[in-house]
């Protein structure tokens, strides 16, 4: 049987995300009760879904290959390390994009608009010391150190693909950890229907910022169950050590179903909250720029196809797929919504 | 054959157009050769190419007031290798598009031009260039006589059609868009006959 490079997890960790699955579904069996039961009206978000068909939707490592997984780094080398990846594929046997590529070719305002230039331009921002606020509805609201978070969640790698809404695609060997690890730890309230993300305010250090043709900054939104999805990790790493600047160092989200301007960079703050958040896009451009941000071949963008892709390192377009090929493990999630509506 | 200075600073100006021209062309080409156009090279031929047949264009709209207005005469002489060499820049533009980018898919490329404005203004845009550029040999201009210079005002539409393109393509900031599109426009105001006068 062939393994998906995301599916080797270590077993601890395979036992705690069993634990949280039993977690979550308490905790949404309990936010059902708390609500009523009521479907909800309009676009909000759809009725979480049963327990049952939340477990399954997850990727589990199947107990055969709990043998094959490899011990995680305890402690992740520095960004100036060699790269390495625990394989040369993902899981649908994409090759890997080069780790120059992923670390030159970056989309990062914050900095410059010029994708070839925001490695030159971030190479010297700070990312230490970092602390991440993590707040809103629940009920143990703390700031976290990006050390403590570095040591209290061990690292692990996840191979995905990353396709941005200009319609381009790259295969990265992130390092991180699962968001919902995050989110049960400060305990969400009931109330808490969505995940607002905000990246670091630094003018000073971020040129792009001092430019005014959006209102920085930068803010991401999540339905609490994407969050809570065991596919939406925090990255601190990609090849085997710690981000760089340009990459979202030294935390970012990775929710490889969506395009990639969901993934928001340099995080420090994110609060559980009951509205759905504006992000920064829907603010700049709502009639190009949706909440939900799927990767949808069948949904063009309004002004360029998203039928296709180029994968970076590849001569030619390859066709995009719904969800960027994880349907399998998320288009439940979206079971009763019109994507076409809902983009 | 005698040569009086002038016309032989008009050559020397003539070369420094060509060359001045064909020279993104060659840095592009080493830039490819060497592997400096970026993770996503094809992009980068493309919205290179593109970025200089607006140049060129623009420049070759701006002979015209060069001459009659600020009186340097020699410049009138520019407009068609710079319209030229712009049109060539358009097709390399065009081209790798269709060609490489999308290997002549023809069911892919009539949807990614026919189904979005921004390809759409872009492909017309292109159309007019090509018009113009088979028509301007002086055998062309001979034959259309009058009509052939109402066809070539036609190039103002390119142009702003052409702005129109890059503003659709970018993801929110215009300014540069806008900025050419302004250029252009005020290219075609000095074109007016009052302002001419």
Known sequence: MKIKSSEITPEWLYLSRRKFIKGVAAATTGALIASGCAAPTGPGPATPEPAAARASDTPIVPPAAESAATATPQAVPPADAAPTAGASTDELGDKLTSHEAITTY????????????????????????????????????????????????????????LRCVEAWSMVIPWLGFPLGSL?????????????????????????????????????????????????????????????????????????????????????????????????????????????????????????????????????????????????????GLYAGLDLRQDY | MHQSPTSRRARLLQGVIHLASLAPLAATIWAGLHGDLTANPIQAIIQRAGRYALILLTASLACAPLSSIFELRV???????????????????????????????????????????????????????????????????????RRWEQLHRLVYVAGLLAVIHYAWAVKADIRQPLAWGAVIVLLLILRLPPVRH
């Open chain 2, 75 to 145: 410049a009138i002489r520019w407009r068609r290798p710079l319209g030229l060499y712009a049109f060539m820049y358009a097709a390399l533009h065009f081209g790798v598009f269709v060609a490489v980018d999308y290997g002549f898919d023809l069911v892919l490329l009539r949807e990614a031009i026919f189904e979005k404005r921004f390809a759409l203004v872009g492909f017309a845009a292109g159309l007019v260039l090509l018009a113009l550029a088979i028509t301007s040999t002086r055998g062309w201009a001979r034959r259309l006589g």
């Open chain 1, 106 to 161: 970056n989309n990062y305002y914050e900095f410059t608009m010029n994708k070839e230039a925001v490695a030159f331009v971030a190479k010297d921002f700070r990312t230490r010391p970092w602390t991440v606020a993590v707040g809103g509805l629940v009920h143990k609201p703390k700031t976290f150190d990006i050390e403590e978070l570095l040591r209290k969640y061990p690292q692990e790698e996840r191979i995905y693909r």
């Open chain 1, 183 to 331: 989110l049960r730890e400060v305990e969400p309230m009931s109330q808490a229907r969505y995940v607002r993300f905000e990246t670091v305010l630094d003018p000073r250090e971020m040129g792009g910022q001092r430019d005014s043709w959006v209102d920085w900054p930068y803010v991401e939104g999540l339905r609490l169950d994407e969050a809570m999805h065991d596919l939406t990790i925090l990255a601190t790493g990609l090849y085997g050590k710690l981000l760089l600047p340009q990459n979202g160092a030294p935390l970012r989200l990775v929710a490889p179903w969506k395009y990639g301007f969901k993934s928001i960079k340099g995080i420090v703050k994110i609060d559980l909250v009951a509205e759905q958040p504006t992000s920064l896009w829907m603010a700049t451009a709502p009639e190009e720029y949706g909440f939900y941000a799927n990767v949808n071949p069948a949904v063009a963008h309004p002004r360029w196809s998203q039928a296709t892709e180029r994968r970076i390192g590849e001569l030619s377009r390859r066709k995009t797929l719904p969800f960027n090929g994880y349907a399998g493990q998320v288009a």
